[in-house]
T-cell receptor
Framework: DVKVTQSSRYLVKRTGEKVFLECVQDMDHENMFWYRQDPGLGLRLIYFSYDVKMKEKGDIPEGYSVSREKKERFSLILESASTNQTSMYLC?????????????????FGPGTRLTVT | SQQGEEDPQALSIQEGENATMNCSYKTSINNLQWYRQNSGRGLVHLILIRSNEREKHSGRLRVTLDTSKKSSSLLITASRAADTASYFCVYSGAGSYQLTFGKGTKLSVIP
């Protein structure tokens, strides 16, 4: 079974802090994703990576950055956390090579990190 | 990207009944997927239907796709209490790498 793990289930940070959310997948997937999920808004894509060191912006990249130094690991960084970044953050991975093929594949999700910024 | 719309937003049925959820979208698509989310198992992929397919089955699930109407439906037959969850339709637009999630239908199956 594919396993996607996230570094924390719950996280509380103060406004202005730098926050790192880590995601690791164990199935040698090419593609990895970060989403945030908010009530009434569903899941929204923050960033996407289709290869090591490669990244693409999703719908809501503002205030976030990402890092993919190794194939199995994809980090989401909040440079200066703000209260409007309080949310559930979900990481996912998928097989496939290339842009369109990879994103269209089935995605495997981690358990999520509930981040609260106070 | 433009979110799809699921209908209804919430659905409550008795165990053993069938549940039907609908999804509408606004662009041409590569494929459409349905996912389930509950507190126990997180977000899990259920089924994928390609844009050139009209119907697909997987166990108690049946998915239809009508690209002329830009809509899809998910039917769960003989529902069980364990089917209680939120169900999302997810699609990638033709020529786009992005996946778009609908806002979900919250299904409650009463034992």
């Amino acid at each position: 079974d594919v396993k996607v793990t996230q570094s924390s289930r719950y996280l509380v940070k103060r406004t202005g802090e730098k926050v790192f959310l880590e995601c690791v997948q164990d199935m040698d997937h090419e593609n990895m994703f970060w989403y945030r999920q908010d009530p009434g808004l569903g899941l929204r894509l923050i960033y996407f990576s289709y290869d090591v060191k490669m990244k693409e912006k999703g719908d809501i990249p503002e205030g976030y950055s990402v890092s993919r130094e190794k194939k199995e690991r994809f980090s989401l960084i909040l440079e200066s956390a703000s209260t409007n970044q309080t949310s559930m953050y979900l990481c996912a991975s998928s097989r496939g090579q290339g842009f369109v093929a990879g994103v269209s594949d089935e995605q495997y999700f981690g358990p999520g990190t509930r981040l609260t910024v106070t | 990207s433009q979110q799809g719309e699921e209908d209804p937003q919430a659905l409550s049925i008795q165990e053993g009944e069938n549940a039907t959820m609908n999804c509408s979208y606004k662009t041409s698509i590569n494929n459409l997927q349905w996912y389930r989310q509950n507190s126990g198992r997180g977000l899990v992929h259920l089924i994928l239907i390609r844009s050139n397919e009209r119907e697909k089955h997987s166990g108690r699930l049946r998915v239809t796709l009508d690209t002329s109407k830009k809509s899809s439906s998910l039917l769960i037959t003989a529902s069980r209490a364990a089917d209680t969850a939120s169900y999302f339709c997810v699609y990638s637009g033709a020529g786009s790498y992005q996946l778009t999630f609908g806002k979900g239908t919250k299904l409650s199956v009463i034992p």
